[in-house]
């Protein structure tokens, strides 16, 4: 059944649990396509570990990418390890034996490769355990289980890798790392599709952190200002000190759902006042209608595509001031961002004081 589409462990809205069920099924069709299995060992309390088998036929011809200077030590126990060699007969390889019984033939090696079982042998040999240690070679230890009680020297430069990945890890341990894309780049596009809403205030809501950090990162480029919660109570609490002018909430949420949410939201400001955007990976026609049954202006899905984000903002037609102009005050500040955000915190702690002092001394019922 986990294989199903959309099927889930829990199905409630408030579960803790994010998704819609599909990542399991698609995984399973890939795999299904390669000719291959997928199967699954769980215990209650303990988790679940995945694995599937899929055989390839490996070109050896373009790889070039295999660690220099690297040396593989093999023995009855390493049959992973003898694959990698007899596919890739560009990568010395060397008896555990003869290594045994002659330290020696490790001097000029900057990496050996070894399987995990082999390695206490390896170390208890005093000679080999203080060479390595004292040029800080690496060694790759190809690793069968999910945790190591091995005898290594604190000097030991080693890096774990599973046995299921060891040939794909192999190539990856000597790559170098791509160059990251350009944040200017990043910004540029952002900006030829952002629609005039600068200096509108989003109060967005998701329990992920990573949600909130790419609906953050996405508006800010448009001029907008962003103020995050984690939860849909948080979010509801920061309604009676904030007065967005829209509000992102997700549908899926711990303890209070975004349509829970949303309903108690709409006791207090209805459509118009505060509009209310559901933005969540769920997209069947069910999903939608109950956001809009709920009193959500719009239903938006996951992941999050700028253009369709922004120009949705910008349908609302807001007419109010800005809340902040950050690229006015910017300028301001002889576009100096680290001074800015410094009087912007040092602003804002001055309110904080000052709405303190104030509630101290007026009567409650006198405040609005």
Known sequence: RLFDAFTQGDESSTRIHHGVGLGLAIVKHAVSLMGGEIALKSKKGHGCEFYFSVSFLVDTTKNTMLPTNTLAILSDQSKELKQVTNAYTELANINLDEVLKYPIKLSNIQKIIIDAADLPALLNIEAINDSLSAKETSVIIINHQHTLNLPTSEHLAAHHVKAS????????????????????????????????????????????????????????????????????????????ILRPDLILMDVQMPQIDGCQATALIRQQFDAKQLPIFALTAHCEPADIERSLKCGMNKHLTKPVVAKVLIDAIADLNVVKPSFFEKSFALTQFSMDEKLLNTMIDKFANLCETQLSQIEETTNKDDLV
Do not use: C, W, Y
Not at 168 to 194: C, D, G, M, W, Y
Not at 212 to 239: D, F, K, W
């Open 165 to 240: 990945a060891l040939g794909q890890r192999l190539f990856s341990l000597n790559s170098q790392q791509k160059p990251k894309a350009s944040t200017n780049a990043v910004i540029h596009n952002v900006a030829e599709i952002k629609a005039d809403i600068s200096g509108l205030l989003v109060l967005a809501i998701d329990d992920n952190q990573l949600n909130l950090e790419i609906i953050s990162s996405v508006l800010r480029q448009a001029n907008v200002n962003v103020v995050t919660a984690l939860s849909a109570s948080i979010g509801m609490e920061l309604l009676q």
